[in-house]
């Protein structure tokens, strides 16, 4: 069945250092692929999505390609910043939502 | 615009006893998802109404989960009778669209009520 694996945290970057966050899938057909945010006391927020094979995701100055040859929709950014400290989850939409563990990240200053 | 609401944020029962979660999604969203996230696991979806129809309600664990959605618009889950493998934080999302579009729709999710079961 469909599935989701992102890389386990906790992860703990200095400011503007860069971030990239593993996540790859399992699905039987051509889903969509999905990263949300939850920061602290928060719902789940859309971060970005990709709705097809080499699509690009940005928002926030974060990026997810959605790599089918490598079944990947890995999360970067260039500089991170405190207020990026927050839990992101991996997920895939195909007959029904997937998401991954979530990996909480902390910037420290 | 509202977002989606949850009630309540947190809840402490022991075992044996009925828990009772509601979800108010954004106004006008057909679809409502519920999902539980146990401790360190990841998210796990429950069910899909579509309006006051149940779509899908493949992920629900067993018949001790009941869920709702009268009308169309706020929903219910209800734990009778709990058990300590409940515990564990319940999201409810909405996204707006067609059925057959609506597992690409974004979802928009509440922030969760943390169900305690001791």
């Known amino acids: 069945g469909d599935s989701v694996t992102q890389m386990e945290g906790p992860v703990t970057l200095s400011e503007e250092a860069f971030l990239t966050i593993n996540c790859t899938y399992t699905?039987?057909?051509?889903?969509?692929l999905f990263w949300y945010v939850q920061y602290p006391g928060e719902g789940l927020q859309l971060l970005l999505k990709a709705t097809k094979a080499d699509d690009k995701g940005s928002n926030k100055g974060f990026e997810a390609t959605y790599r089918k040859e490598t079944t990947s929709f890995h999360l970067e950014k260039g500089s991170v910043q405190v207020s990026d400290s927050a839990v992101y989850f991996c997920a895939l939409s195909e007959n029904q939502f997937y998401f991954g563990t979530g990996t909480s990240l902390t910037v420290i200053p | 615009e509202a977002g989606v609401t949850q009630f309540p944020s947190h809840s402490v029962i022991e075992k044996g006893q009925t828990v009772t979660l509601r979800c108010d999604p954004i106004?006008?969203?057909?679809?409502l998802y519920w999902y539980r996230r146990v401790m360190g696991k990841e998210i796990k979806f429950l069910l899909h109404?579509?309006?006051?129809?149940?779509?899908?309600e493949s992920g629900m664990p067993n018949n001790r989960f009941l869920a709702e959605r009268t009308g169309g618009t706020y929903s219910t889950l209800k734990v009778q009778p709990a058990e300590l493998e409940d515990s564990g934080v319940y999201f409810c999302?909405?996204?707006?669209?067609?059925?057959?579009?609506?597992?690409?729709?974004?979802?928009?999710f509440g922030p969760g009520t943390r169900l305690t079961v001791l």
């Open positions: 699905a039987t057909g051509y889903p969509s």
């Open positions: 999302a909405s996204s707006q669209g067609s059925i057959a579009g609506a597992h690409t729709d974004t979802q928009y």
């Open positions: 106004s006008g969203h057909d679809n």
């Open positions: 109404f579509v309006k006051e129809s149940k779509q899908d």
